[in-house]
């Protein structure tokens, strides 16, 4: 997959630093992580936990892997260069990184908070919000990236020395919006009310439950009006 191109945000040269924009992919430094959560195989994850230990008493705590995980960034092909710019991989510090991204809600009760709870010893009613990093996962990225010595060549120099995205904020995509997932349900369910208004209507015809209706003749019209009394003489024969 190629790589997006990288953005400088200021035009400094020589060694220093430079405020950088890029889309890399997740990948891990050693071996894959584990949310102690969901048990989902990441890179990274953060945990956001709210304990309610009494009526009175509720206590919040953050938590993040301690582990620094990488960004690859795979080059994008100048058009005056011959031959693309190869990967290049961006080390990020998890201590120093904000990261940016819709988290998992995990219920009171809920086997997420429950796991949570047996990980790190809490014993009040928990909820928790989880964040995680995925490998492979494509991510845009911003941060300080120190330029190695020497003259500008591309976004990255080629050099043995690790490179390293100081104050990186990371942010996953957004997750898609429930529109297009609502409108196939609520296209589904208006035909079915519509099949069942059908169904009802031939049931009425068939059973002759409404017999005006088959026969095409309707109620008189309701009269309102005064009253009247009609005084008849019994002894006369009709």
């Known amino acids: 997959m190629n790589g997006k191109p990288l953005t400088r945000n200021n035009q400094a040269t020589g060694n220093a630093p430079s405020a950088v924009t890029f889309v ?14 969901s048990g989902v ?33 795979s080059g994008a092909e100048p058009a005056a260069a011959s031959t693309p710019m190869r990967a290049v991989r961006v080390r990020v510090s998890s201590q120093s990184a904000c990261v940016q ?8 009760g809920s086997l997420g908070a429950l ?18 990093l995925r490998a492979g996962q494509e991510i845009v990225a911003e941060g300080i990236l120190e330029e190695p ?3 500008w060549s591309g976004p990255f120099r080629c050099v043995e020395r ?24 609520a296209l589904g369910t208006a035909a079915a009310l519509l099949g069942g208004v059908g169904i009802a209507s031939w049931a009425a015809w068939r059973f002759d439950l409404v017999p005006q209706l088959r026969q095409g003749t309707a109620l008189p019209p309701a009269e309102i009006g005064p ?12």
């Open 162 to 185: 690790e490179i390293e995205l100081l104050s990186a904020t990371v942010r996953l995509p957004a997750r898609a919006t429930l529109g297009p997932l609502l409108l196939p349900w």
């Open 149 to 151: 010595m020497g003259t």
């Open 115 to 132: 796991a949570a709870g047996r990980q790190f010893g809490f014993g009040g009613q928990l909820s928790v919000e989880e964040v995680i």
């Open 101 to 108: 991204a819709t988290p998992v809600l995990h219920r009171p």
């Open 41 to 73: 195989p990441c890179v990274h994850w953060r945990l956001r936990i709210a304990e309610q230990v009494n009526a009175s008493l509720h206590l919040v705590h953050e938590l993040a892997s301690t582990e620094d995980f990488d960004l690859t960034w």
């Open 227 to 238: 009253s009247r009394h009609v005084r008849r003489h019994f002894s006369r024969p009709e």
């Open 24 to 37: 890399g992919v997740a990948s891990h430094r050693g071996e894959l992580l584990r949310s102690p959560v």
